[in-house]
């Protein structure tokens, strides 16, 4: 059973930084391209941002330039780390496989004040 927990949000000023965690149970990680989206109150959720098996990065593009993916294998552990980061991208964040294959996990919440 494939289950996908999300940590490191929180409240945080304009140009500020967080470093998000997902820990993955039930994958094989070197198998999987791995996705964080996020969910802004009122919105869809998005794709933010997937590194493939070989560690290709690709990032939707309101991010790019601020927002870095990237995993440990040996973890099973993809991060988030999200710099420069803006009121509008306060929303819940979550990990999954890169077509949200899996069952969502709780997610984690990001609050951007400005």
């Known amino acids: 059973q494939v289950q996908l927990v999300e940590s490191g949000g929180g409240l945080v000023q304009a140009g500020g930084s967080l470093r998000l965690s997902c820990a993955a149970s039930?994958?094989?990680?070197?198998?999987?391209?791995m996705a964080w989206f996020r969910q802004a109150p009122g919105r869809q959720r998005e794709l933010v941002a997937f590194?493939?098996?070989?560690?290709?990065?690709t990032y939707t593009d309101s991010v790019k330039g601020r927002f870095t993916i990237s995993r440990d294998i040996a973890k099973n552990t993809v991060y988030l780390q999200m710099n420069s980061l803006k009121p509008e991208d306060t929303a819940v964040y979550y990990c999954?496989?890169?077509?949200?294959?899996?069952?969502w996990g709780q997610g984690t919440q990001v609050t951007v004040s400005s």
């Open positions: 999954n496989g890169r077509f949200a294959q899996y069952n």
């Open positions: 590194i493939t098996t070989t560690g290709s990065a």
């Open positions: 039930g994958i094989i990680f070197s198998r999987n391209t």
